[in-house]
């Protein structure tokens, strides 16, 4: 098949390589020359492990182009996914589709052929509806389905999530087209899980409703771990406990700082927006987005209490700010919350992230180290944000230094037991 990706982001370069890599002609269309060009250089503008080589391999192979030619690209394509941004509105939780909206009169002038139009970007319920009339004219009704086809990909785990997903969902009722898209997965759906064909508004409402019950079931987690604090008991044994059975499922029952990122935060606001639209409460949802966003309140509780109420002049590490390991990404990150307040309180705060210095923090107030060693120094407080490698196995004869050193483990990486034993005063979440 021939395939046009409009948009060279996060979605649309994963779904791109990936379809390249199945053996399908894929060009990656997007309106920044600059980042065209890095990537016919092999330069790739995201943090994902295992994109560049997937994408050099395949550019290398010619089964993948990168283009800014937009016209020439959806004339040539078979299939056109939509993988463009859709942010949320700064005034209101909409998400704002002014760029699928523009892709979308350029496929209209375009659609010298049968094609199949794909939105891959998470798109509110009925947008498929809204292009497929802003598409239609008096002559070219049988040129084209509209066809919803959402992604499941999580940062940092993209490609696997891709190449193995647990089901692909394709929204139409087109036989045609729907022959097509099982064709064109077929050799995915081989290796595991299922093709789900479905109407386009169930695939739309499919994505938000399994990012927001994701987010509920991490949101369900973080409030037992805050009574498990209270009781005395281990919340990593209640997530065993409850994950173990399989109509809860053990996954995304790890309790942490609260979710972050480009998708729970947002998708979860435009759930609700369009609830509202369609006059129905997601009183859950509602209360998941509340919980959420006063989690960093109760951080900032525990952290006071660990530090005796003091928080002035104290030295506080940071190991890792973004919103989860394997990622570079900020958006939405608890770091974002909790650094500033203590910087305000008067707190030194210094971190180490692997994947380098932050913009979001002022250089001058927030200090950030390329070690772990120096950005501990001298530190009252240790707060493990993230869940890297890197941080399982640290050299606590290295951080002993000679305060006594106190660990704040936001991800529960290591076992209250052992750290006992340890001249180190261990915390953590749930426990
Ligand atoms: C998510 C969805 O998982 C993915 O299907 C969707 O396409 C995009 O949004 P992503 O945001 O990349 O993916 O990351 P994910 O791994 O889902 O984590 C989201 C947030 O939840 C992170 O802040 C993470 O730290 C947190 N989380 C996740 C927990 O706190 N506990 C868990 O058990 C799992």
Known sequence: MKICVIGSGYVGLVSGACFAELGNNVTCVDNKLNKINNLKNGVIPIYEPGLDELIIRNFEQKRLQFTTNISKSIKKADLIFICVGTPTKTKSNEADLKYVFQVVKIIKKNLNKYKIIITKSTVP?????????????????????????????????????????????????????????????????????????????????????????????????????????????????VSIGIGADER??????????????????????????????????????????????????????????ILNNKLKSKKITFLGVTFKAGTDDMRDSASLKLIPYLVKKGSK???????????????????????????????????????????????????????????????????????????????????
């Open 125 to 237: 319920v009925t947008t498929g509806d809204k292009i497929q009339r802003l598409l239609t004219t008096k002559t070219n009704k049988k040129l084209f389905e509209v066809v919803s086809n959402p992604e499941f990909l999580r940062e940092g785990e993209a490609i696997r999530d891709f190449m193995f997903p647990d089901r692909v969902v394709v929204g139409t009722n087109s036989k045609k087209a729907n022959n097509i898209l099982k064709n064109l997965y077929s050799p995915i759906i081989k290796k595991k899980g299922i093709y789900f064909n479905t109407s386009r508004r169930a695939a739309e409402v499919i994505k938000y409703a399994a990012n927001a019950f994701l987010a509920t079931k991490i949101t369900f987690i973080n409030e037992i771990s805050n009574l498990c604090e209270k009781l005395k008991v281990d919340v990593t044994d």
């Open 248 to 305: 809860i499922g053990s996954r995304f029952l790890r309790a942490g700082p609260g979710y972050g990122g480009s998708c729970f935060p947002k998708d979860t606001r435009a759930l609700v927006s369009t609830s509202k639209k369609f006059k129905t409460n997601l009183s859950i949802v509602n209360s998941t987005i509340h919980s959420n966003d006063n989690r960093y309140k109760y951080l900032l509780t525990r952290i006071k209490q």
């Open 349 to 431: 705060v210094s971190y180490y992230e692997p994947t380098g210095i932050k913009n979001e923090f002022d250089k001058k107030k927030v200090f950030y180290f390329n070690n772990i060693k120096d950005a501990c120094k001298n530190s009252d407080l240790l707060i493990i944000h993230t869940e890297w490698n890197e941080f399982k196995q640290l050299n606590f004869n290295w951080l002993n230094n000679k305060k006594k050193l106190k660990i704040y483990d936001l991800r529960n990486l290591y076992s209250p037991a052992k750290m006992k034993n340890k001249n180190i005063e261990y915390f953590s979440i749930g426990r």
